[in-house]
């Protein structure tokens, strides 16, 4: 409850900040892709808002993109240590699947009595 409060708290005035700031700057900029200035086929216009607010989602998104395709060898690494544990656990519950039958095994296995042994002559 309070976690959606305090997002509520620092959400709400960071929306109204970004709604004013792309009320204020609707006017249009030339932008060109064109260094030399030679081609004017690669000038356009657009709002200020529109350029920024782009601008920092291309960012935002190039930079996670960045950041996933450096951490690969560690994805790398966790997936084999996970299929590692999990063929450990395989053979751990194997090796105890086959102390269960061994004892079973001893369980059945009748002792030998000991009147018997009594009952046998020794050799002297």
């Known amino acids: 409850m309070i976690s959606k409060i305090l997002s509520f708290l620092i959400l709400v005035p960071l929306a109204i900040v970004l709604v004013l700031f792309c009320v204020l700057n609707r006017e249009v900029v030339g932008v060109t892709l064109d260094p030399f200035g030679t081609m004017p086929q690669f000038t356009f216009g657009l709002p200020l808002f529109i350029l920024l607010m782009?601008?920092?989602?291309?960012?935002?998104?190039?930079?996670?993109?960045?950041?996933?395709?450096?951490?690969?060898?560690?994805r790398r690494k966790a997936w084999k240590r996970k299929n590692e544990v999990e063929r450990l656990r395989r053979e751990a519950d194997?090796?105890?699947?086959?102390?269960?039958?061994?004892?079973?095994?001893?369980?059945?296995?009748?002792?030998?009595?000991?009147?018997?042994?009594?009952?046998?002559?020794?050799?002297?």
Request: aromatic letters at 4%.
């Open 54 to 74: 782009g601008a920092v989602i291309l960012g935002t998104v190039l930079g996670g993109l960045g950041t996933w395709l450096t951490q690969a060898h560690y």
């Open 94 to 124: 194997d090796a105890k699947e086959r102390l269960r039958v061994l004892r079973e095994e001893k369980a059945a296995v009748p002792a030998p009595s000991t009147s018997m042994a009594l009952a046998a002559p020794r050799a002297a």
